[in-house]
Nanobody, 126 residues
Framework: QVQLVESGGGLVQAGGSLRLSCAAS????????MGWFRQAPGKEREFVAA????????YYGDSVKGRFTISRDNAKNAVYLQMNSLKPEDTAVYYC???????????????????WGAGTQVTVSS
C-alpha cells in the first residue's frame, strides 16, 4: 500500500478551475494505478478518473469527460486532477486512491484500489 494525502480543494465559482494534488509516500508509487473518486452528501461514491501505473492509459467518468484531466509525475510521487469548467454538481469530497494493476477489477471501480486518502472538499458555487 501507499499513503496518500490530497490537497488543492476549496471554494470556486461555476465555470472556474481547480487543480487537486495527491502526494504519495512509498517507493512503489510508480507501480500503482491511481484514481480519483468523489462523494457528495447523500450520494454514493462516484468514479472520476484513473491513470495507469505507466501513465499511458487514462479513464474518465462520463460526467467529467472533456472537463477534467488526470496526470501523474512518478518522479515526484504525485498524481493530479485538473478540473476545468466546474459545475455546482461537481461539489463533493474528492478522494485519491492507489491500486495494484494486477487486481482483477477495472481501474474505474473502487474495488481496484486498496489505498485511499482522507479526501479534500471541493465546493462549486452557482
Amino acid at each position: 500500500q501507499v499513503q496518500l494525502v490530497e490537497s488543492g480543494g476549496g471554494l470556486v465559482q461555476a465555470g472556474g478551475s481547480l487543480r487537486l494534488s495527491c502526494a504519495a509516500s512509498g517507493r512503489t508509487f510508480s507501480n500503482y494505478d491511481m484514481g480519483w473518486f468523489r462523494q457528495a452528501p447523500g450520494k454514493e461514491r462516484e468514479f472520476v478518473a484513473a491513470i495507469s501505473w505507466s501513465g499511458r492509459s487514462t479513464y474518465y467518468g462520463d460526467s467529467v469527460k472533456g472537463r477534467f484531466t488526470i496526470s501523474r509525475d512518478n518522479a515526484k510521487n504525485a498524481v493530479y486532477l485538473q478540473m476545468n469548467s466546474l459545475k455546482p454538481e461537481d461539489t463533493a469530497v474528492y478522494y485519491c486512491a492507489g491500486g495494484w494493476p494486477g487486481t482483477p477489477s477495472l481501474p474505474t471501480e473502487a474495488a481496484h484500489f486498496d489505498s485511499w486518502g482522507a479526501g479534500t472538499q471541493v465546493t462549486v458555487s452557482s
